[in-house]
């Protein structure tokens, strides 16, 4: 793979994970969302590949199925069980309006561009010029899950920020160790299994899954 | 030479092209739906239709309702001259930078939406305040995302932009690209009032925007208001296709230029046919998630803009 | 070596296959409690052996130093405090019908799987291998939070694991941008992560990017300590998971989290100079204060009332870690075992509380020290304890915090504390003899006296009690290891 087919490559995953991010702000259908973010998933896998086979890595490129597994399969599969379970299936009155969430996500992408600027000037490679769109896929996540009020948005929205962390490793450094990775993303699943079955008790206890109905605890 | 024969090959590829394309549109829809269809030649036969009626106005409508017609099918045209559809070398492409193609349109809407109000009319009125709401999330869009494409080429010429990506078309796939070419393409179905933002073919006054400006045009003025309204449509999708398939497009050899037209047509035909099958499927916005749909493609437009200045180029 | 570090992991995880065989009841009794002893010997054993330096097992993943063996020891003893209280607990929750037998099954395998992460994220080498740790405690303790199943105890359950998730996935970001520094400063790639490594080459890290990578570190790990501004899962999920999971949870996880961000200022020190972390730290530990005393003037609910004491002790935690001279750091990890017995007895007691009063409101209990001597008394003492009054360790920590921090020039800092804790003292206080003193009311719950606590239930609350009042005293064979682990921190 020469030079600038690589950096082709990165900077259309890059361009393909990002939209997916602003996308989920956009939909409220919360089945276009589970679908938005398997294709996040395929994205990030993309990108992981393309970083792999550009360093000639056979450990990252394993690693890129197998996150491509995980995300945008098996996670969007059990999104769309906890989905199936419920009567409900759009945002119906997120906390921020659907306009202004997107123009702040905007806002949310020019502060990652300037918070990565020390990131970017420590190594000026395609990959870390690429961080800050990751970092915007983070901010929206956090976004998300603060302004949302379905559970499965909130879920999806920490789905986000845990995409575009992985992101960001593998963009700077083609990942933390192997270990580590493993034992992150078996907690990412596992984080979602729990929520999938808080989900499901949450919908025994309060008819519906909307967390505006999570007031009882508080001073 | 080329490009003077080329100008005026766009002028007329456009003025005669426009009401087929739009026929086009209708017979897609129409066979997708399970109709006949009227035909493509459907849209020229109203227009000849208009055209032999007797002018009349409103009472109380003023010069400005006569004239904006005329500068919505005039400034049109200009646009049609000055942006590289069949060849880059147009004589007025010194001219051809995007602010003045921007704000070529933008006058056409202005006078359009300042006759509806002349008219006095609930309806003018109504489509005249709901149009200029479009147009103010429209404009700052399609000034980002073109200005996105020009980043790289690092001149905002519209000729430039194109040749740059013909020189490279791999550049088409970079995020700034998609980003950006997503943008306009969500503005350039607001701008030519298609669904989801406007219905073109409504009879419920309701729910019109463009349609409700030119309720009360009739006869030849509403036969060049219909013509010009082709026309934009036309010249918007002609510009998506220059931007980012601009393959085919003259640019030195006169020989170029029936390749180049044939070229444009078919590109023009393909994008209408697809937004028309794209718009059986879907129903018009509510007028308040347009915002929605539009802040949607001016923040990526914004990020095209940021990813074209902070990625590495190719 | 291996197997000694190795033996605080095993012995929770036996234990939780003990109690995963299907059929046995009331099983939690002995396997709980001799692991739990377990972790508490080997900590002390890995005491002795580190005094001389640290020790590596298992290829280089797990390592103990004086500060992992300290934390192994306040792990150990909590869990045997809570475990000699489950069994009890667990008894009352089945006679009251609000757990099967299912759930008491499950409740044993969470308790011990749990206790084995915090001590993998006390052992870890490295600082991936503790993020992991510390997520994996989020997880297995999201249904023990849950463990009621009422609307309340699902609502703190998906709280608790949203927050804390996303705060220590804000954490896993830093620790990739660390990793990124750490490559650029020719760290060896196979132990980039790795503390001694980290700490060695801090020097050369890049200032910039490991500014960013320190923040979000001591923000993600900062929500797992219960430290504003991601505090808000606390109060919810302490008060609403059963009693000995409040008395682990709120005794030993957030020190095992605050053990991380320790850990993180070592590295922030030698990178960046002492004044980054100090900002941050000072900053989360004013914050934690005011909204401890904002929100316990007024309390209503004793379980939370227990939990915003948390915040506020560790805000004092991060006060002390703020500071950074030996003496504070001394008396940080002081409070930390203070804080862990004090805060399990005074959880622990509170469960027996709610059993016998059937609610967690204040106004609800009336003249429990008369109706229990045993459980008011040890409930008072705790809440005393938790005061900072003598005998109690928490006394000498948090005097020794406040004149380290007076000689670091960091007055006003102390002087906006001690505001703070006056508030706090006499918002708890208050609360406190409510609920203890006077006569017993005529409310519901009232007409039954609670049953005496179990043998083995009452020696914990005892053995806690006197243990924190014999360290107020004096430390003995304490003191070297104290030492010794902040020297670890970088308090020379």
Redesign the interface.
Same mark, same amino acid.
């Given at each position: 793979m020469n030079?600038?087919t690589y &950096?082709?490559l990165l900077? +259309?995953a890059? =361009? +393909?994970f990002?939209?997916a991010g &602003?996308?989920v702000?956009?939909r409220r259908d919360l089945a276009a969302i589970v679908r938005l973010f398997a294709l996040q998933g395929g994205a990030l896998a993309l990108l992981i590949a393309v970083l792999g086979v550009h360093e000639g890595d056979a450990e990252v490129v394993a690693l890129a199925l197998g996150i491509g597994a995980l995300r945008a399969l098996v996670l969007p599969w059990l999104l769309r069980r906890a989905l199936a379970g419920g009567a409900a299936n759009r945002e119906t009155q997120p906390l921020v309006?659907?306009?202004?969430s @997107?123009?702040i996500?905007?806002l949310l =992408?020019?502060l990652a561009?300037a918070?990565s600027r020390?990131?970017?000037?420590?190594?000026?490679?395609?990959a870390t010029?690429?961080v800050?769109?990751a970092l915007?896929v983070?901010l929206i996540g %956090?976004f998300v %899950?603060v302004t949302r009020r379905r559970?499965l948005s909130?879920i999806v929205g920490?789905l986000l /920020?845990?995409n575009g962390?992985t992101a960001? +490793?593998f963009l700077?450094?083609s990942g933390?160790?192997l270990?580590?990775e493993l =034992?992150?993303s078996l907690?990412v699943l %596992?984080?979602v299994l &729990? @929520?999938q &079955?808080?989900t499901a008790? /949450?919908r025994a +206890?309060?008819g519906d899954t909307d @967390?505006d109905d999570?007031r009882? @605890?508080r001073? | 030479m080329t490009g003077i024969i080329g100008a005026v090959l766009q002028v007329v590829l456009v003025a005669a092209g426009a009401p087929l394309l739009v026929g086009l549109m209708r017979q897609v829809r129409a066979r997708a739906e399970g109709r006949a269809g009227a035909g493509i030649l459907q849209p020229w036969r109203d227009l000849r239709k208009l055209l032999r009626k007797e002018p009349i106005t409103p009472h109380g409508t003023g010069p400005l309702f006569r004239m904006a017609p005329l500068l919505l099918a005039g400034t049109t045209l200009v646009v049609a001259a000055m942006i590289p559809l069949v060849t880059t070398r147009s004589p007025l492409d010194g001219a051809a930078d995007l602010f003045a193609v921007t704000a070529l349109l933008a006058l056409g809407t202005v006078a359009l939406a300042l006759a509806g109000l002349d008219t006095g009319t609930a309806f003018g009125g109504m489509g005249a305040s709901r149009e200029m709401v479009v147009l103010a999330l429209v404009e700052p869009t399609i000034l980002l995302s073109t200005f996105a494409m020009s980043v790289r080429v690092g001149s905002t010429n519209l000729g430039a932009i194109v040749t740059s990506v013909l020189d490279d078309p791999q550049q088409v796939v970079f995020p700034a690209s998609l980003l950006a070419l997503v943008a306009l393409v969500v503005v350039v179905i607001a701008e030519a009032g298609r669904i989801p933002v406007d219905n073109p073919s409504t009879h419920l006054e309701l729910t019109m925007i463009h349609e409700a400006m030119v309720l009360e045009y009739a006869g030849p003025d509403l036969a060049l208001v219909e013509w010009a309204s082709a026309m934009r449509l036309t010249v918007l999708l002609g510009l998506l296709a220059g931007l980012f398939a601009p393959w085919g497009i003259a640019v030195d050899s006169p020989a170029m230029l029936p390749v180049g037209a044939a070229a444009i047509a078919a590109k023009v035909a393909v994008a209408g046919a697809a937004l028309a099958a794209a718009e059986v499927f879907m129903a018009k916005l509510r007028m308040f998630r347009v915002p929605e749909l539009l802040a949607g493609s001016f923040v990526l437009a914004l990020f095209a803009v940021a990813s074209s200045f902070f990625l590495v180029a190719p | 070596m291996t197997l000694l570090l190795i033996a605080p992991l095993g012995a929770p995880l036996l234990a939780a296959g003990a109690h995963a065989v299907p059929g046995r009841r009331r099983g939690t009794s002995w396997p709980g409690a001799l692991s739990a002893a377990a972790v508490l010997a080997s900590g002390i054993v890995l005491a002795v052996q580190t005094a001389g330096g640290p020790r590596t097992g298992l290829h280089g993943l797990l390592r103990a130093d004086s500060l992992s063996a300290f934390m192994l020891i306040v792990i150990g003893a909590v869990a045997l405090l809570a475990m000699l209280a489950s069994p009890a607990y667990l008894a009352a929750e089945e006679a009251a019908g609000h757990a099967t037998a299912r759930d008491t099954r499950r409740y044993g395998v969470l308790t011990q799987a749990f206790v084995a992460a915090m001590a993998l994220a006390v052992l870890a080498a490295s600082l991936g291998t503790l993020w992991v740790a510390i997520e994996a405690t989020t997880i297995v303790t999201a249904f023990l939070v849950g463990h009621r199943r009422t609307r309340n105890a699902t609502e703190a359950a998906w709280k608790y694991v949203v927050i804390c998730s996303a705060g220590i996935a804000l954490a896993f970001l830093g620790v990739a941008l660390l990793h990124f520094a750490a490559q650029h400063a020719h760290v060896p790639s196979s132990g980039s992560l790795d503390w001694t490594e980290l700490a060695a080459h801090a020097g050369s890290l890049d200032p910039q990017v490991t500014r960013i990578a320190v923040a979000l570190l001591v923000l993600g790990f900062g929500a797992k300590a219960g430290l504003a501004p991601l505090h808000a899962w606390l109060p919810d999920a302490h008060s609403q998971a059963p009693a000995p999971v409040s008395a682990l949870m709120s005794g030993v996880l957030l020190s095992v989290a605050f053990y991380a961000v320790l850990r993180v200022k070592v590295i922030a020190d030698a990178a960046l100079g002492a004044g980054f972390a100090r900002a941050l730290l000072l900053t989360a530990a004013l914050a934690s204060l005011a909204l401890a005393a904002a929100l316990l003037l007024g309390q209503r609910d004793y379980k939370r009332m227990l939990a915003y004491s948390s915040i506020e002790h560790m805000g004092l935690l991060a006060l002390g870690a703020a500071i950074g001279t030996p003496l504070a750091m001394t008396a940080v990890l002081l409070h930390v075992l203070g804080h862990g017995l004090a805060k399990s007895v005074a959880f622990l007691t509170s469960g027996h509380i709610q059993q016998a009063a059937g609610t967690s409101r204040i106004a609800a209990v009336r003249g429990f020290a008369a109706r229990s001597p045993l459980i008011g008394g040890g409930f008072g003492a705790a809440v005393l304890a938790l005061l900072g009054f003598p005998p109690f360790s928490l006394f000498a920590s948090e005097l020794a915090i406040f004149r380290a921090g007076f000689t670091a020039g960091l007055g006003w800092a102390v002087g906006a504390a001690l505001v703070l804790l006056l508030v706090i003292t006499a918002a708890v206080a208050a609360g406190t003899a409510r609920m203890l003193l006077g006569a017993p009311g005529t409310g519901p719950g009232a007409a039954t006296l609670p049953s005496r606590p179990p043998l083995g239930a009452a020696a914990g609350l005892l053995l806690g009690l006197s243990a924190c009042a014999v360290l107020g005293i004096g430390l003995g064979p304490l003191h070297d290891l104290l030492l010794d682990a902040a020297a670890v921190l970088g308090a020379h």
């Open positions: 030079h600038s &950096v082709q900077d +259309a890059c =361009g +393909a990002l939209l &602003v996308l702000l956009w309006n659907v306009a202004t @997107l123009t996500a905007a =992408g020019l561009y918070v020390p990131i970017v000037r420590l190594d000026p490679t395609p010029h690429a800050p769109i915007t983070v %956090l %899950l559970a909130q920490f /920020m845990d962390i960001v +490793a700077t450094t933390v160790p270990i580590v =034992g992150v907690d %596992l984080a &729990v @929520l &079955v808080l008790r /949450m +206890a309060f @967390l999570l009882e @605890l001073d | - | -």
